[in-house]
């Protein structure tokens, strides 16, 4: 038998949901009944099962109603319809004692945001869930400090959870899981808070930390490289619903529709995006100016470096804010104070070939055409945000010619 | 504007429901009655049981205790210079009335801003009735309350806890519903009943914010314990009263300076308490 079954289940947010309900069974979608009703679909009929000891990832970007989805694992919000079986036993049905009892015994959560509770030790934390069972003092700090060892935070129970940097703050989120030691393993999110680095290891952790313990996890993450490390099993969902559910190469390999494919495609946007994606429009500035014109200009467009362009827009080099204020007092020309040395990429350069260069040059880096014409600069802020998703189209268009032509009253 | 309508007897029905709770509540008040002077009367006999040195060493290790060295050296200053002054009976005769208005407005806030930060609906009806209560102006109070009370210590400590109880309410209900939601959600993950959920997590956490609230009432219950000396409770009230009465500047300002002493270790004692400290 499964460790746990999910049939139907459906949560519709709002006054009177069973009017959603009809419409979801007639196959409305989502935008459908929000636009007839007014109600949000938040999970719409899911089902699955999962194994136990299997680790099930549940996969989605926000608003597909992933975190709605294991809330109602432990009833933290109620489903509208269908059934949770947990060991056979229904727990939609279930009175409040009888779930409090599984949510004791047999649930345990790993939240986002760690939810930790500020007020309490490490220690007090993850006894917490032995605490409310009414287990003897002496007898529940034991089984926390066990299990804190077992995430490695052995000799930090006296701290209070704000002395500890995020990713101990989540080892105690899951030590505080582990203490009682439940069945089931709920995962929220659990590292998505946490920093490339931290997440990573985290990652590997739980791996080694569930060949000796042997959960039964259900893991949700927005992150597709999260999920296929460490899903045995990955539940793909979109709108509410529950769109593909297979192995890691299942769903890589054999995409249920172009949804799933078109989530696989972008697994890694910094592989797929390049500097044209993120470039910003340069400020240009040709030699012939003098200095107090390129003052002016640095003043009205409010940037720190202009770019030295000929005629057809070639690069010459850049004039930095220092640069013009040293010509400016000491009566030099432009080109006295011009640094010819500039970064400089092509524009088809992948956004993950970037970050060195970005990172380490004092001034935007350039992005030039054929025969060195200027296209563009790529400032940090826009490089994040083009791996955030961000990308803008409207500046591709190359500065027309009279770009630097600046009257000084 | 000319009269449309005749006036509504407003007054009228207000006094008839007085009218009415007085003849069949009598017993009630009269048990409230005896609670309140009861209390009213441990705390002062308390207070002025023990030698008046002993109390200024106890407030002054307190306010170290629970602030700082400055805190300490201004309570150990001001009390010596109201008994100085001559008002050491009076302050606290204030005082327990006071601290007896204070226990009353916690004893029922705290419980009701719990029941207001457990359900919406609760919270839609008390939210008007304490905007009621705390723009009323509060001598109104001291009328209903000489009703069925009579004069002395007793209205005067009902008419305080009317006036100074809404803080207490409103910031223990903001300071529940301010708990981050995910707190609340790891709470009832591990399987907390209602009760433990309240006590572990909730209240501790809303700590502050529910300490700010009882200081506050404290502060408004002794503005009020010194109005309703107009209707006969002793203390320092009292004195202020007359002075102004026989405008009498000196007595005047003497009497108000105590009550400023008393205002500021009341507030500094009780925003102390509310801060967590920690190892």
């Not at chain 2, 005769?93 to 029941?115: D, Q, R, Y």
């Not at chain 2, 008007?128 to 723009?135: A, H, V």
Request: hydrophobic share 45%; net charge neutral.
């Amino acid at each position: 038998m499964p460790k746990i079954q999910v049939q139907n289940l459906t949560k519709i947010f709002g006054q009177r949901p069973h009017r959603a309900l009809q419409l979801l069974h007639q196959g409305k979608t989502k935008q459908e009944i929000l636009q007839e009703t007014g109600l949000t679909v938040g999970v719409s009929r899911a089902s699955f099962d999962v194994q136990a000891g299997e680790i099930f990832v549940i996969m989605g970007l926000s608003g597909s109603g992933k975190s709605t989805l294991v809330r109602m694992l432990n009833r933290l919000i109620d489903p509208t319809e269908g059934k949770i079986l947990i060991d056979g036993e229904d727990i939609v049905q279930m009175s409040t004692e009888e779930l409090q009892k599984v949510r004791r015994k047999k649930l345990g959560m790993v939240f986002q945001k760690f939810a930790l509770f500020p007020h309490r030790t490490v220690l007090e934390n993850a006894a917490y869930g032995l605490e409310v069972q009414g287990i003897a003092k002496s007898e529940r700090e034991k089984k926390a400090a066990e299990s804190l060892a077992l995430v490695g935070l052995a000799g930090w129970e006296k701290s209070y959870p704000d002395e500890l940097s995020g990713g101990m703050q989540q080892r105690v989120g899951l030590a505080r899981a582990l203490a009682n030691d439940p069945d089931v393993l709920l995962m929220d999110e659990a590292f998505s808070a946490l920093d490339p680095l931290i997440r990573k290891d985290m990652q590997d952790e739980l791996l080694e930390l569930q060949s000796s313990v042997q959960k039964t996890i259900i893991f949700i993450t927005h992150d597709l490289d999260e999920a296929l490390k460490i899903g045995d099993r990955i539940a793909l969902m979109k709108d509410g619903a529950v769109v593909q559910i297979g192995t890691p190469e299942e769903i890589l390999t054999n995409p249920a529709n172009e949804y799933v494919e078109r989530f696989v495609e972008d697994v890694d946007r910094s592989k797929v995006l390049s500097a044209e994606h993120v470039m910003k429009r340069a400020e240009t500035i040709t030699l012939d100016k003098g200095p107090r014109v390129a003052f002016q200009l640095m003043r009205e467009r409010g940037v720190s470096t202009l770019y030295v362009v000929d005629k057809r827009k070639k690069l010459l080099g850049v004039l930095t804010a220092d640069a013009v204020n040293q010509a400016v007092k000491e009566s030099l020309s432009l080109e006295q104070v011009l640094r010819p040395e500039v970064p400089v990429v092509p524009p088809q350069t992948l956004l993950n070939e970037l970050f060195d260069l970005v990172a380490s040059s004092d001034i935007p880096v350039a992005v030039t055409g054929e025969q060195n014409r200027l296209l563009g600069v790529i400032v940090k802020g826009a490089l994040l945000g083009g791996l955030a998703g961000k990308v803008n189209l409207e500046t591709q268009a190359v500065p027309t010619s009279d770009e630097g032509q600046v009257n000084v009253q | 504007m000319s009269q449309l309508l005749p006036k509504l007897p407003l007054d009228k029905w207000v006094e008839a429901v007085v009218d009415v709770m007085d003849d069949q509540l009598g017993f009630l008040f009269d048990l409230i009655s005896a609670g309140i002077g009861g209390t009213v009367d441990l705390f002062h006999a308390v207070l002025t049981g023990l030698p008046f040195w002993l109390l200024i060493v106890l407030f002054t290790v307190l306010a170290y205790r629970v602030g700082r060295l400055p805190i300490a050296l201004f309570t150990f200053i001001g009390l010596v210079l109201i008994d100085n002054l001559g008002y050491w009976e009076n302050s606290m005769e204030t005082l327990a009335l006071v601290l007896t208005a204070g226990l009353i407005s916690v004893v029922i806030g705290v419980p009701m801003g719990i029941w207001c930060a457990k359900k919406d609906s609760v919270q839609n009806v008390i939210t008007p009735l304490l905007d009621f209560m705390q723009t009323m102006p509060a001598f109104v109070y001291l009328i209903p309350a000489i009703f069925f009370f009579g004069l002395g210590k007793v209205p005067g400590v009902i008419a305080s806890v009317i006036f100074a109880m809404p803080p207490t309410i409103r910031l223990t209900n903001l300071g529940i519903r301010q708990v981050p939601v995910d707190l609340v959600e790891a709470a009832d993950a591990f399987g907390s009943t209602y009760l433990q959920k309240l006590l572990k997590v909730q209240l501790p956490i809303a700590k502050t914010t529910i300490m700010a609230g009882i200081n506050q009432s404290i502060m408004l219950a002794l503005s009020m314990v010194v109005i309703a000396s107009m209707i006969g409770a002793k203390g320092l009230g009292a004195d202020v009263y007359r002075a102004v009465t026989q405008i009498n500047i000196g007595a005047g300002f003497e009497a108000g300076l105590a009550i400023v002493i008393i205002a500021i270790l009341l507030d500094r004692i009780t925003q102390g308490a509310g801060k967590r400290k920690k190892a």
